[in-house]
């Protein structure tokens, strides 16, 4: 993986006549998807623990769907109270 975590399970559903919904489990925790082509959207939630920089496999799944437009919003969980950190838009 280009995050460099280790996968170890994956599964994904297609829908018809679109869309898809997915899991990646990785040894650091794993990555979502949901996505809505009739709207133009992916929501994509990538949780990591350790050393892993989330935002590199967030900007890898988003080249990879040609987003034109990105929304980064970073959740710090499990490690007390949860404080949302500003959302990041960009614009490709």
Request: net charge negative.
């Amino acid at each position: 993986m280009k995050s460099g975590a280790e996968v170890r399970e994956v599964a994904f559903h297609k829908f018809a006549p679109q869309g898809v919904s997915g899991v990646v489990i990785i040894s650091e925790s794993h990555l979502t998807i949901h996505s809505f082509p009739e709207h133009g959207y992916a929501s994509i939630d990538v949780y990591t623990c350790g050393d892993l920089d989330p935002n590199i496999a967030a900007d890898h799944i988003g080249d990879e769907l040609g987003a034109e437009t990105r929304e980064n919003i970073e959740i710090p969980r499990g490690m007390g109270p949860v404080q949302v950190k500003q959302a990041q838009a960009k614009a490709l």
